[in-house]
T-cell receptor, first 113, second 116 residues
Framework: AQSVAQPEDQVNVAEGNPLTVKCTYSVSGNPYLFWYVQYPNRGLQFLLKYITGDNLVKGSYGFEAEFNKSQTSFHLKKPSALVSDSALYFCAVRRGGYSTLTFGKGTMLLVSP | DAGVIQSPRHEVTEMGQEVTLRCKPISGHNSLFWYRQTMMRGLELLIYFNNNVPIDDSGMPEDRFSAKMPNASFSTLKIQPSEPRDSAVYFC??????????????FGDGTRLSIL
């Protein structure tokens, strides 16, 4: 079985400050990890993925995520938050080889001006 | 390129009525997924297809739900008869059938379904 935990329902940060949205996972074998963002009344949009290689992956809109195998974490980060980053963020995992994607419950990011 | 297209965007109907949700995946994508999103349960996978063939429908909640993919460019999710607890946002997503499943899924903007 595979699972994802996003321990924070909501993260609040001021514009210009760095942001972190946390994600931990549980999966047998090598994990394939994904971050998605959802804006109001829209579908999920792919941000970035970790499959193999460098532990720090860069994605869309200035976001990056760090894969930590020992801590089974894949936290989403951005050096300087924008008000327009306010949205719902989902972490997802699947084990290596084809299998279905398991999503976390989502973390609402609110960036204040 | 056009993304995943879902219709209708909103549907309001009375309990007991048949509901049909439609999805056009991105051209060239071999895998198609139907999800349901609610506040209580989050995002749930209902069923997915590879090359138009249903692979896993274990997430389909009841026999009232059925899904078809008659060709590579069209899929439907049908609820008959509908119940108020079916109210949710239903998403369709597609992806290439990439090597070892490392391809991201691309989501449509969903159908917001309300059953009165």
């Amino acid at each position: 079985a595979q699972s994802v935990a996003q321990p924070e329902d909501q993260v609040n940060v001021a514009e210009g400050n760095p942001l972190t949205v946390k994600c931990t996972y549980s999966v047998s074998g090598n994990p394939y990890l994904f971050w998605y963002v959802q804006y109001p009344n829209r579908g999920l949009q792919f941000l970035l993925k970790y499959i193999t290689g460098d532990n720090l992956v860069k994605g869309s809109y200035g976001f990056e995520a760090e894969f930590n195998k020992s801590q089974t974490s894949f936290h989403l980060k951005k050096p300087s938050a924008l008000v327009s980053d306010s949205a719902l963020y989902f972490c997802a995992v699947r084990r290596g080889g084809y299998s279905t994607l398991t999503f976390g419950k989502g973390t609402m990011l609110l960036v204040s001006p | 390129d056009a993304g995943v297209i879902q219709s209708p965007r909103h549907e309001v109907t009375e309990m007991g009525q048949e509901v049909t949700l439609r999805c056009k995946p991105i051209s060239g994508h071999n895998s198609l997924f139907w999800y349901r999103q609610t506040m209580m349960r989050g995002l749930e996978l209902l069923i997915y297809f590879n090359n138009n063939v249903p692979i896993d429908d274990s997430g389909m909640p009841e026999d009232r739900f059925s899904a078809k993919m008659p060709n590579a460019s069209f899929s439907t999710l049908k609820i008959q008869p509908s119940e108020p607890r079916d109210s949710a946002v239903y998403f369709c997503a597609s992806s290439p059938l990439g090597q070892a499943g490392n391809q991201p899924q691309h989501f449509g903007d969903g159908t917001r379904l309300s059953i009165l």
